[in-house]
């Protein structure tokens, strides 16, 4: 996890060249033209690291982005709810959203979320993001272990939040890659042949398989997704725009930082949270 | 704003009384039956301290709480999906969701989400959350006006998020009261009668309104909303269990901290954003 917060600070104001979509608060495609105009030397990108990652497949900041958040019965509104908010405000990015049957699915809490696509309709997509869940059935199901399989492997990014990494661990992709996922279930990974590792953000194989941690990580998770696709110029327009200027008031995010007798409570709902191995529903 | 962070840092552990309902990560009724058992002593609170709050109307954190967060076509998801995370766990709770005419509301980026309720069909509720949006037409609407105010005017907690405290400054109910709003917005409060004020979280009234900055400000607004009226340890559990550990890459959460070139990025898709009086469809 390379710490970026104090880089390019010194970044060049950018052209703007108008709006490009209905939304209000999107950055429209300033970076885009922003891109051209500067020869690829703005948002932190030297013309030459602009070749070198179009000859690797990789994307380049105006290149389009096409991103598929996979939805399912049980999965949790807010892992993927900031990272969906940020994805929307991205220059020449779109946002898809799909689930095994299409239609609307029922959250956790029972809350619906809507209208999804089929993912069998989906022919491919840059990046993939699997978002956890509180029961981890439906997404362990074959039909859509096959059809997150077959995304995955043609897409360029394979990311997840929380313990979405667990549904992607399944499937075989991440054998052998390290990945992040809910501190409470981090350590299931290894029995699905992926490389558990406690961080919020989690990198491996140069950007291709990217995670964050539990539900709120989603966010530091795609505001680096973001800077690392779009620029970070995007990337920081959009930390501003969505004021992610976070002040928690206790000191309760994480178990290293928790009380015991609170650590002590998410043990006794979810045993084994403590080691990093808490039983939900799906997983073995 | 209060700083609470070092509070109750030894609180005694809490007897757990199984799970309440469904939810795996849900608190269940640990905080009732231990305020029962604890004499009202856990939590930080005294038992003359219950007393008080009990002959002034106050919820204390064993009386069941009742949560409606309004939607409406062109909110945004992140300012709701934060607080609803949160509240949905915390102990003798509940949550609705509704909108003028109830069924699937049609968010910013076209995302849908639902099913609400009908306004109308709702009595009464304890806390009232109105989050804001992109586009404020809909609920600055006479019919929805309505609705808000009357449901803000019998609730013992009038709250928002983003610049939905636009919307509840315009029912009237905010007229010389304290609120936050997203920094692009904050001083058009004043022309609603409010009192613009530029933090993260804002109370007035002793809790009776309480309001959140932009987007992920719900975030730490719900944390401190849950632990005024669920108690302290209930928020630190809630805390741990979505991992609200923030990491941000960038120093660009607030025009405080923001490079200027990147406000200027945002002045330009918002004019006025940086003075706190960035145009909005529906508001004047």
């Given at each position: ?85 940020i ?43 699997v ?27 394979v ?42 953000f ?30 970070q110029?995007?990337?920081?327009f ?33 045993p ?13």
């Amino acid at each position: 996890m390379t710490d970026t917060s104090e880089n390019n600070r010194t970044g060049k104001p950018l052209t703007e060249a108008g709006r490009s979509r209905r939304d209000i608060l999107k950055f429209g495609s300033i970076v885009t033209l922003g891109a051209v105009l500067g020869g690829g030397a703005l948002l932190g990108h030297t013309a030459p690291a602009l070749a070198q990652a179009a000859s690797k497949g990789e994307l380049a900041p105006n290149d389009p982005l096409d991103i598929l958040i996979v939805n399912y019965d049980g999965g949790t509104l807010l892992d993927f709810a900031g990272p969906s908010e940020i994805f929307h405000r991205l220059p020449n990015t779109n946002v898809r959203y799909a689930s095994l049957n299409g239609g609307n699915v029922t959250l956790e809490f029972g809350v619906v979320y809507g209208k999804t696509e089929r993912l069998a309709d989906i022919e491919r997509t840059d990046l993939i993001l699997v978002p956890g869940g509180s029961d981890l059935t439906a997404p362990m199901r074959p039909e859509y272990q096959a059809q997150i399989r077959r995304l995955a492997q043609s897409a360029k990014h394979v990311t997840s939040v929380c313990n979405g990494s667990l549904v992607l661990a399944a499937t075989g992709i991440l054998n052998g890659k390290r990945s992040a996922c809910h501190w409470a279930f981090v350590n299931k990974l290894s029995e699905y042949g992926a490389i558990p590792v406690p961080d919020r953000f989690v990198e491996d194989d140069n950007g291709r398989f990217m995670s964050g941690g539990g539900v709120t990580a989603g966010i530091d998770f795609a505001l680096r997704v973001a800077a690392k696709l779009r620029g970070q110029q995007a990337a920081e327009f959009t930390q501003l725009v969505i004021e992610y200027d976070p002040a928690p008031p206790f000191h309760s995010g994480h178990p290293r930082d928790a009380r015991q007798e609170v650590i002590a409570m998410v043990d006794k709902e979810l045993p084994g949270a403590s080691k990093g191995l808490a039983r939900i529903p799906g997983v073995r």
